[in-house]
């Protein structure tokens, strides 16, 4: 069978299209935040999010990422108000990186690229029943996203790291709980917020994104821990998962509105 999709020369991000062809769709994500362009909106709300600590289940490592796939079967954790109408209800959460402390977010602002991004999944759980429907609606997915820097040590994210040498081959999982996907956010939730997609095929165009201003640091080695994850399954010969992000794409006719002055 083909190859499926990846982040090599062969089946990347540019060939995406091939076998996903809303790859050129009109709301596509990642894309470049320039912050001259964006409008204020007076009618957008603050982020209202309460997570329960409970809710995460597992950490996996699903061969283009790692991600802590939580119990989203009742509102036990759910985001709120900012952009949104109604309450999603928290998924999963994953980052995406790239091969050196210079690029690996997906979103940039202004021309900034940041060193990784982390993805805090939500679907509208008031309007359908499940993920699965959720993310063939156009308002079926919000996903908050933030903007990792290269910098100082990140106690919160240490707890996830250290169990990335357990679920080094693509397909190992281990569980994974008690914990708190918001002590990852950083102290200001002013946001970012534009309608696009999954950055991943099948590229669903069904995110309601919420992008954070203020970026969360975290330290060269444990952002080098990131790129010792395995893309290749146990017994297979091992290939290093250096860089799983896509880059932006055209807007065309969309507007980025901010929460903030
Ligand atoms: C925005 N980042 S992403 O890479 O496109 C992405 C994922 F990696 C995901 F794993 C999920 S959850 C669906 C699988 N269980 C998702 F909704 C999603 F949007
Ligand atoms: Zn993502």
Redesign the pocket.
Request: charged fraction near 15%; proline fraction near 0%; aromatic fraction near 8%.
């Given at each position: 069978a083909r190859q499926s999709w990846g982040y090599q020369d062969h089946n990347g991000p540019e060939v995406w299209h091939e076998l996903f062809p809303l790859a050129n769709g009109d709301r596509q994500?990642p894309i470049a935040i320039k912050s001259s362009e964006v409008k204020y909106d007076p009618f957008l709300r603050p982020l209202s999010f309460s997570y329960d600590l409970t809710s995460p289940k597992v950490i996996l490592n699903?061969g283009?990422?790692f991600?802590i796939?939580c119990d989203d079967t009742e509102d036990r954790s759910v985001l709120r108000a900012g952009p949104l109408k109604g309450s999603y209800r928290l998924?999963?959460l994953?980052f995406?990186w790239g091969p050196t402390d210079d690029y690996g977010s997906?979103h940039t602002v202004d021309g900034l690229e940041f060193a990784a991004e982390l993805?805090v999944?939500h679907w509208n759980s008031e309007k359908y029943p499940c993920?699965v429907d959720a993310?063939q609606q156009p308002d079926g997915?919000a996903?908050v996203g933030v903007l990792v820097k290269a910098g100082e040590h990140n106690s919160p994210l240490q707890k996830v790291i250290n169990v990335l040498d357990v679920i080094k081959t693509k397909g190992s999982q281990v569980a994974f709980t008690n914990f708190d996907p918001s002590s990852l956010f950083p102290e200001s939730l002013d946001y970012w917020t534009y309608h696009g997609?999954?950055?991943?095929p099948p590229?669903l165009e069904s995110?309601i994104w919420i992008v954070l201003r203020q970026p969360i640091t975290a330290s060269s080695e444990q952002l080098a821990t990131f790129r010792s994850l395995l893309c290749s399954a146990k017994g297979e010969p091992a290939c290093c998962l250096l860089s799983n992000c896509r880059p932006p794409q055209p807007l065309r006719n969309r507007h980025v509105r901010a929460f903030f002055h």
């Open positions: 994500s699903c283009y990422a991600s796939e998924r999963q994953h995406h997906e993805h999944v993920f993310a997915l996903i997609s999954l950055t991943v590229l995110v």
